[in-house]
């Protein structure tokens, strides 16, 4: 089975701070994706990495950056955490093709105070 | 992509084969089907896709219409950890379209 890990289920921050969100899958998958998820307003594409090193903006990237420096862990990173990015975070991958599945982690749910 | 309509809620008995309809009339030939879930305060999980033939797999079967114009996912035997919020998704293949949109999906609750 697809494995994909998220660091923490549940995280609180303050406004300002640097927050790391972690991702790691152990399928050797080259696709990684992040997203949010909101009431209301459904899942929302952040970035995504085809390959290390890689990354591509999705629709929301203002306010966040990511890093793949290894094929098994896409980070991605609140530069100067606000409270408008609490939210449920969502790490996916993929195998290459775009018609193959992502597959999802279990998600953070992380609060900005 | 293409635009899904789901029921927004149903109810299986227990030990029962659930089925959950989706339509999508405005397919196009090279958009799939894709089903997941979602129980609450989880991620989504995949459960199955296909392009138009009929597909299964350990968790479920998918039904695709000859017209491919509808769909239906088929949980043979539910059980009370199916409820969850059940999402039809059709996916063009074009580069860079890399983002899924989930609807409103539908509400399965399993009776005991």
């Known amino acids: 089975d697809v494995k994909v890990t998220q660091s923490s289920r549940y995280l609180v921050k303050r406004t300002g701070e640097k927050v790391f969100l972690e991702c790691v899958q152990d399928?050797?998958?080259?696709?990684m994706f992040w997203y949010r998820q909101d009431p209301g307003l459904g899942l929302r594409l952040i970035y995504f990495?085809?390959?290390?090193?890689?990354?591509e903006k999705g629709d929301i990237p203002e306010g966040y950056s990511v890093s793949r420096e290894k094929k098994e862990r896409f980070s991605l990173i609140l530069e100067s955490a606000s409270t408008n990015q609490t939210s449920m975070y969502l790490c996916?991958?993929?195998?290459?093709?775009?018609?193959?599945?992502?597959?999802f982690g279990d998600g953070t749910r992380l609060s900005i105070l | 992509d293409a635009k899904t309509t789901q029921p927004p809620s149903m109810d299986c008995a227990e030990g029962r084969a659930a089925n959950l309809p989706c339509n999508h009339s405005?397919?196009?030939?090279?958009?799939?089907v894709y089903w997941y879930r979602q129980i609450h305060s989880q991620g989504p999980q995949y459960i199955i896709h296909?392009?138009?033939n009929n597909e299964t797999n350990e968790m479920a079967s998918l039904i695709i219409t000859e017209d491919r114009k509808s769909s239906t996912l088929i949980l043979p035997h539910a059980t009370l950890r199916d409820t969850a919020v059940y999402y039809c998704?059709?996916?063009?293949?074009?580069?860079?379209?890399?983002?899924?949109?989930f609807g409103t999906g539908t509400r399965l609750t399993i009776i005991p």
């Open positions: 996916a991958s993929r195998n290459p093709g775009f018609h193959q599945p992502q597959h």
């Open positions: 399928m050797d998958h080259e696709n």
């Open positions: 990495s085809y390959d290390v090193k890689m990354k």
């Open positions: 405005t397919i196009s030939g090279n958009e799939y």
């Open positions: 296909g392009l138009k």
């Open positions: 998704i059709v996916r063009g293949q074009n580069f860079g379209n890399e983002k899924l949109t």
